[in-house]
């Protein structure tokens, strides 16, 4: 019995090729029929004129029964032709029916995809609204002090040994200077590190409000190896205060490329379909920012065609069929404009 979600294999369509073998093999052995009556009748006027008077009643028969065949004839090959039709007809629809039907299963995989991340990255707003309050963080841009600072750093390393997701967390004063992190031992150079010019930084110092966030989209970082990351940062207030005076910015950064390929690897694929199906997390602009086969991440762009939609399926010019949808938001994220993708090649083309 078919699993719901299971894709639908080519049972319709070869059952319609099924009938056409058959209708045609049918329609053979009555032309082959036909073809030794029209030889019987045939040799029965020869015979008949042979007779003479005698053998008249008989020559009447043998036109009757050929005419007969002739229009066994004329049905045989309208019924041959006919047939032939409707199981082009059928088979069109078939392919249509399990084009659509395979179209809107890759888009429900690319909303699932797409929504997971969305799901994860909502957590890491909450994080980084949430650890902006920690008291160690706070008092390392309230009373600054080398003390201040090292145990704040201290703070920022209890978090990441619980939050393995994450690549470093940063604490920056108003002038951009970064005074705490939680790995120093990991990359040494980001302590002093002058971000007032990051878009990260310059968001968090503009947020509303302690319930407020900011999100810079997927990018390598060059202090942390070059990693990577996708950073959400907020302005640390006084006292932890939601309308506190800001005092500086705690830039978060998410481990992106072993997240994201979790997800796009871990799509529930058929075995048959894995490798002729490409998974695909592409930002608003169309770049690539997460690939199944690794390929085109942060280096290339795909050009999606929505039509305005956002979700929806439709084959291309090569003959892939794609699905595809847009980040529906998450709670209080509500997403970069991110597409989930996948992209299905026809057999033999990779």
Sequence with gaps: MKRVGEPMDNSLIDLTKNVLDVASQKVSVIEDINRTTKMLAFNALIEAGRAGDAGRGFAVVANEVNSISQRVSVVAGELRSEIGQLVDRMTTVGEDLMTRFRGQRLADLALNSIDI??????????????WATDSAVVAGLQSPSHEAFRHASERLNVILQSYTVY??????DRSGRVIATGRPDRFPHAIGTNVSNEAWFIDALRTRDGGDFAVEDVRPNPVLENRTVATYSTAVRRDGAQDGEV?????????WEPQARAVVTGVRLETSERTNTRCLLLDAAGRIIAASDGRGELTESFHLVTQGQPMGHYLDRHGRLIGFAR???YETYRGLGWYGVLVHNPPGQS
């Design 247 to 255: 005092l500086g910015a705690l830039g978060i950064f998410f481990d």
């Design 167 to 172: 690549l470093d967390l940063w604490v920056a």
């Design 117 to 130: 991340i969305d799901r994860n990255l909502y957590e890491r707003s909450c994080d980084v609204r949430w």
């Design 327 to 329: 980040t529906p938001g």
